[in-house]
């Protein structure tokens, strides 16, 4: 579509948005995890996101499986972490071994005890907490108890040092613990505040989001937000973050999305707060049951990226199965108004495929640049895609990024049909639930990994497609699995986060 404005999940967040994440996309029971993603001190661009774990220089992957069976406790979950290196990211069976790690609430170290449906994993986010120029691991658990007092949720710090993760690590709560508030449900991590050089942590619960900053050796609540308003007043239940340096002033901006149970949860909006001396509001956008931010068209200003269902409207119109919209920044962030925004979807002039119904194409999205060309591009996933006869095997896009903003031109679309990619396209396996772009070899193009969490009968798999000059390559792709890893496979859902 022509640009329009160029102005300078079984348990979630709550049951009833779980529930509805991937209903509204698709109408089919499937989960669809909150994005959680990372910022950078001073900006957000996709180019220098804080994902170093070991301060190696090459970027690093932390995934999460939340429902992941751990000493037999059903849901406790894990993450894993595979760190980058000249040739990328591998397994335990890659050569050279010793680049992963499996991090539990059961792992030496790591406070509290892995119990059933803590959902240790749920949410993931990286950045330098403590300022010690090593990156940071941020994992929530939302469905942790504290005492008495069930689903009050926990975030777990993971301190990043030469050695990588695990040599430091601490947790901590809500101020005050509230039953099924699910504290941790989304995360993000990025400098928000001038008082500080380091990243702070934004924290997503029931009731909306609380920024914590690391001072004197704890982390310290310093903000708590509201969330955004449903333009008839009604409020909009929280589920996603995501930061971008907007306005290009130096600070992160966070944005707040969610949906409203007022309209039945067929409408994402997302509150914008800009960073700087404070967290302030600026406005509520349209869209948001996915997030993702970068420099689409290179001119120094962070673009919002955002996913949304098609409602009927939208569908009398021909915009079928999902859409996303790219909300341009500028001297005054994102803009705010609905007929401001690029909305694509399937049936846009030069986007592979044609649009059905249930496609939940946006359902997740990502932002880097896949060709080194400067200019980001985004990946979209969608997980309800029918290909051939088998329903919800899955699907992922990359659109390219133009000093005119985004584009279809050189657009691609993958399946599990896709020659060279690995596997076969099988009913029910929601391949790009989650994509994540990612430069983990160094080489200044971001390849795409890409988890479909129904993989297997639910275990989840992820899949890597390396970049080159002209986008993503399905020729060298493949394939791994939590077991891989040394992780536990039966019903994990492995993938269901992906740090962005």
């Known amino acids: 579509m022509s ?47 804080n994902n170093d774990f070991n301060g190696d220089g090459y970027a690093d992957m932390l ?39 499996v991090f539990s609430q059961s792992t030496a170290g790591v406070p509290g005890t892995s119990e059933a449906w803590d959902d ?51 947790s901590f709560t809500a101020p005050t613990p509230t039953a099924g508030a699910r504290f941790g449900a989304a995360l993000a991590a990025a400098r928000f505040s001038s008082a500080t050089a380091n990243d702070d942590i934004a924290v997503l619960d029931d009731a909306g989001a609380q920024v914590f900053t690391y001072r004197q050796g704890k982390l310290t609540r310093t903000a708590r937000l509201g969330t955004a308003q449903h333009p008839e007043g009604h409020r909009i239940q929280p589920a996603y973050l995501t930061t971008g340096d907007y306005d290009k002033d130096g600070f992160a901006d966070l944005v707040v999305s969610g949906f409203s149970p007022e309209d039945d949860y067929a409408q ?21 049951i996915s997030t993702a931010s970068g420099d689409i068209d290179r001119d120094g200003y962070d673009d919002l990226v955002v996913g949304q269902v098609s409602s009927p409207d939208d569908e009398a119109e021909g915009l079928t199965g999902g859409l996303i919209g790219v909300y341009y920044g500028g001297e005054d962030g994102p803009v705010g108004e609905e007929d401001s925004a690029q909305w694509w979807t399937q049936n846009s002039p030069g986007v592979p495929g044609v649009g059905e119904h249930g496609d939940a194409w946006g359902a997740d999205v990502s932002v880097a640049d896949v060709n080194g060309d400067g200019y980001a591009d985004v990946a979209v996933g969608a997980p309800g895609e029918d290909v051939g006869s088998e329903a919800d095997a899955g699907a992922v896009w990359l659109l390219r990024g133009s000093a005119g903003g985004l584009t279809a031109t050189g657009s691609q679309s993958f399946d599990q049909n896709t020659a060279n990619v690995p596997g076969t396209v099988e009913a029910d396996d929601a391949w790009g639930a989650q994509v994540r772009l990612i430069d983990t070899d160094g080489d200044g193009r971001a390849e795409l990994v890409a988890a479909a969490t129904g993989e297997n009968a639910g275990d989840g798999v992820a899949w890597v497609l390396p970049a080159g000059p002209s986008g993503l390559l399905a020729s060298g792709s493949w394939s791994y699995g939590a077991g891989s890893l040394g992780a536990p496979v039966v019903g994990s859902r492995y993938g269901a986060a992906v740090d962005e």
């Open 3 to 49: 640009r329009t404005s160029r102005t300078t999940r079984r348990t979630g967040v709550s049951a009833a948005v779980t529930a509805a994440s991937f209903l509204l996309l698709t109408g089919a029971a499937m989960l669809a995890a909150p994005a959680v993603y990372a910022g950078v001190p001073g900006g957000t661009s996709a180019a220098d996101r």
């Open 63 to 101: 995934i999460g499986a939340p429902e992941g069976r751990v000493d037999g406790k059903e849901g406790a979950g894990y993450v894993t972490v595979q760190y980058g290196a000249p040739n990328g990211i591998g397994t335990n069976t890659s050569v050279p071994k010793g680049r992963t790690a």
């Open 120 to 170: 240790f994993g749920q949410a993931v986010a990286s950045g330098d907490i403590d300022g010690d120029g090593y990156d940071d691991a941020i994992i929530g658990a939302p469905g942790e108890d504290e005492g008495s007092v069930a689903d009050a949720g926990r975030v777990t710090v993971l301190y990043g040092s030469a050695q990588g993760l695990g040599t430091r690590n601490g």
């Open 268 to 288: 994402g909006w997302s509150a914008v707060y800009a960073g700087g001396a404070s967290m302030t509001h600026l406005r509520d956008l349209r869209g948001g």
